[in-house]
């Protein structure tokens, strides 16, 4: 029988019957992690997700096929939950969850030797925006343990040449992001902007760069979370499954 520790819930990823253990004094997942689980094709080849939180994005994998999952996660408060919540829905043979800081990537992976690499990064620059008081969730919100740069840093060293790098992140840094995986060799291939409400500004973006790819950026269709009336879009209903 499962046991809850102090501060820990038990959520539904409402996806193929998968649960997860959040603590209500760390970060805990939202729907921009979801988006960018499913965003794209499923990878054939092995998977690294930087920065793992409480494993939402590899377990959303592991029910799209991807058997070959390699999450990193820093704060060894939401290590533990990764991999609590990986033995909780069986998925030990496809998850490896590895505490550790993925700036250190060049100390245990070798070059190249993902197909896919996932990060749903801190937004926001520091001093920049509200700061929780809360460690854990001012950290996964705001770039004081990796910036940006350190993180396309990461993917290119970790990508195979054309392998896929897929993030979530603000609408208001795209061009900061796009600049960067430029700076490292990482092509924009694939964008998407994620509004709340269709007369909403976007929010949050989708993207997608290859590693070594060629110029050519395909621009898709916005993705609308909720209709007018408050009730979530058919996109977003698709992703949940939900008729």
Not at 66 to 87: F, G, H, K, S, W
Not at 113 to 137: C, H, M, T, W
Not at 194 to 217: Q, Y
């Amino acid at each position: 029988m499962l046991e809850l520790r102090p501060h820990e819930r038990l959520d539904d990823l409402v996806f193929d019957g998968l649960k997860v253990i959040q603590r209500d004094d760390e970060f805990c997942f939202s729907l921009d992690t979801v988006l960018l689980a499913h965003f794209g094709a499923a990878p054939r080849g092995p998977v690294l997700d930087m920065g793992t939180g409480t494993g939402a994005i590899p377990l959303i994998l592991t029910g799209r096929g991807v058997t070959d999952i390699t999450a990193v996660e820093l704060n060894p408060v939401m290590a533990d939950i990764a991999q609590r919540n990986v033995t909780l829905n069986g998925r030990d043979k496809w998850i490896r969850i590895v505490e550790t800081d993925y700036r250190a990537i060049r100390s245990w992976a070798r070059s190249g030797q993902f197909d896919a690499i996932y990060v749903n990064p801190p937004y926001r620059e520091p001093g920049k925006g509200r700061e929780s008081l809360v460690d854990g969730i001012r950290r996964a919100r705001h770039e004081e343990t990796a910036t940006l740069e350190d993180v396309l840093s990461c993917a290119s060293y970790g990508l195979r040449y054309h392998g896929r790098f897929r993030m979530v992140h603000i609408a208001e840094r795209l061009t900061d992001v796009m600049s960067a995986m430029r700076s490292f060799y990482i092509e924009p291939k694939c964008l998407q902007l994620v509004h709340g409400r269709p007369e909403k500004k976007a929010k949050l973006i989708l993207i997608e760069g290859v590693r070594g790819g060629h110029s050519g950026l395909e621009v898709l269709p916005p993705l609308i979370v909720h209709e007018a009336d408050g009730s979530y879009s058919r996109a977003v209903l698709d992703i949940y499954g939900k008729p």
